[in-house]
């Protein structure tokens, strides 16, 4: 009995175990004209703005409760998100037109209600394992952990002996130079890091600052991944 009841807690505390901040307050500037009219969040991939795809994706991993960070035309992504028929619990709080994402995170803090939560951007796709991700975080003991992905291949590669092509690789992927994926478990603490005067980019002047105090841990992830950036993102998702 003792061993079911830790059973059925571990499945409880999967399903519901932490809110998810999504940062969806940005321009998205080299959409050009498509994000004129409305916020990079609500392009459309298939027949549902990615910001759909990110909560289901969130949600299928046992997250249910969502606060997203908005700013150019939040009215939109507003509206959309307030006529969503799902059993989500989402926050719309209005961050600032020209806040930069270091800056958005911080003035959310009082929304938070425990010790940890996932951030993660409104333009990016992923299948990454949540539960994998909040366990190599707990191990670490860090305030932060990022999801690290191979970089989107772009072009061939060639090797090169005696000005010869000795072997050519269409798209290959780098798995030595991680980047940035986009999927953080951030501690609350993490606010103590982010100076509310400053306008400045989280992935700037915070992640330098966490890495050099040996405070980010890693997560890396080999499956899908995919940032929407420009249209031709978009068409590939």
């Given at each position: ?28 500037t ?94 990016g ?38 000005n ?6 269409e ?48 997560y ?18």
């Open positions: 009995l003792i061993t079911f009841f830790i059973y059925i807690c571990s499945l409880l505390e999967y399903k519901y175990f932490m809110q998810a901040v999504i940062l969806a307050g940005g321009k998205g080299r959409f050009g004209n498509v994000t004129k009219s409305i916020p990079k969040p609500m392009v459309k991939v298939g027949n549902k703005p990615i910001i759909w795809h990110i909560l289901k994706l969130l949600s299928n991993r046992g997250i249910r409760e969502f606060i997203i960070c908005t700013g150019y035309k939040e009215s939109i992504i507003r509206k959309y998100l307030s006529n969503i028929k799902e059993n989500w619990n989402i926050k719309c709080i209005y961050t600032g037109l020209n806040t930069k994402t270091a800056k958005r995170i911080g003035l959310i803090s009082k929304y938070i209600k425990d010790d940890i939560f996932l951030m993660t951007y409104g333009d796709l992923s299948n990454v394992n949540i539960k994998k991700l909040k366990i190599t975080h707990k191990k670490n003991k860090k305030l932060a952990t990022v999801t690290a992905v191979s970089p989107i291949p772009r072009w061939g590669a060639l090797n090169i002996k005696n010869l092509v000795t072997k050519f690789h798209k290959p992927k780098d798995n030595k130079n991680l980047i940035n994926g986009g999927f953080f478990i951030l501690e609350k603490k993490i606010f103590n890091y982010l100076d509310l005067k400053k306008n400045v980019m989280w992935e700037q002047e915070p992640m330098i600052k966490l890495a050099k105090n040996k405070m980010l841990a890693a890396i992830h080999n499956g899908f991944w995919y940032a929407m950036d420009t249209e031709r993102d978009q068409k590939y998702l």
